[in-house]
């Protein structure tokens, strides 16, 4: 069975662009959660979609957004990209059902020059 | 505010030594306590747990959560230098909004 699949795995951008990082989960889940992990914050969470609705969400900018198509992949999107948005993006799926384990991807890895 | 957290952040042990890694929690709602590993990228699934009192056994390592004290530990006896790792503990309130330490960073040295 394929794990959680993660593009691209590295971008480089600079402040101001926008970037859009895709996300395609075990075959078979419902639930997308996405996070951010950075040196001096570690993974905090950013939302989880199920059935395409975004069911919770973090504390961020509305900067950052996401959406989840019908075959359960999902993208998320950072628009005005600042250096502080440099991270690990990581995205983890589940059955999004009961007592559940997120199992997550490789991560894109996200410079802002 | 929901907080969990780990101790200590770092480690650095011989092979063969046995460790313990810990986490506390402070939380509103609670449906389970995680462990993952994390190498490179990708955290890797090591325990679920959900009762009080039941040790969750894989091989070398073993995991126990204590909702009374609201506190789990990690176990891992005969450390191997594949072991070096981040260890990350996270609760799962029952909203798939996971909370996560900072995790602890375990060096084994040969």
């Known amino acids: 069975k394929a794990g959680v699949t993660q593009t691209p795995r590295y971008l480089i951008k600079t402040r101001g662009q926008q970037v859009t990082l895709s996300c395609s989960p075990i075959s078979g889940h419902r639930s997308v959660s996405w996070y951010q992990q950075t040196p001096g914050q570690g993974l905090q969470f950013l939302f989880e979609y199920f059935s395409e609705t975004q069911r919770n969400k973090g504390n961020f900018p509305g900067r950052f957004s996401g959406r989840q198509f019908s075959n359960s992949r999902s993208e998320m999107n950072v628009s005005t990209l600042e250096l502080g948005d440099s991270a690990l993006y990581l995205c983890?799926?589940?059955?999004?059902?009961?007592?559940?384990?997120?199992?997550f991807g490789a991560g894109t890895r996200l410079s802002v020059l | 505010e929901d907080k969990v957290v780990q101790s200590p952040l770092s480690l650095v042990v011989h092979e063969g030594d046995t460790v313990t890694l810990n986490c506390s929690y402070e939380v509103t709602n609670f449906r389970s306590l995680l462990w993952y590993k994390q190498e490179k990228k990708a955290p890797t699934f090591l325990f679920m747990l959900t009762s009080s009192g039941i040790e969750k056994k894989s091989g070398r390592l073993s995991s126990i959560l204590d909702k009374k004290e609201l506190f789990s530990i990690l176990n891992i006896t005969a450390t191997q230098t594949g072991d070096s790792a981040v260890y990350l503990c996270a609760v799962d309130p029952g909203s798939y909004q996971l909370t996560f330490g900072k995790g602890t960073k375990l060096s084994v040295i040969p």
């Open positions: 983890a799926s589940s059955r999004g059902q009961g007592t559940d384990i997120q199992y």
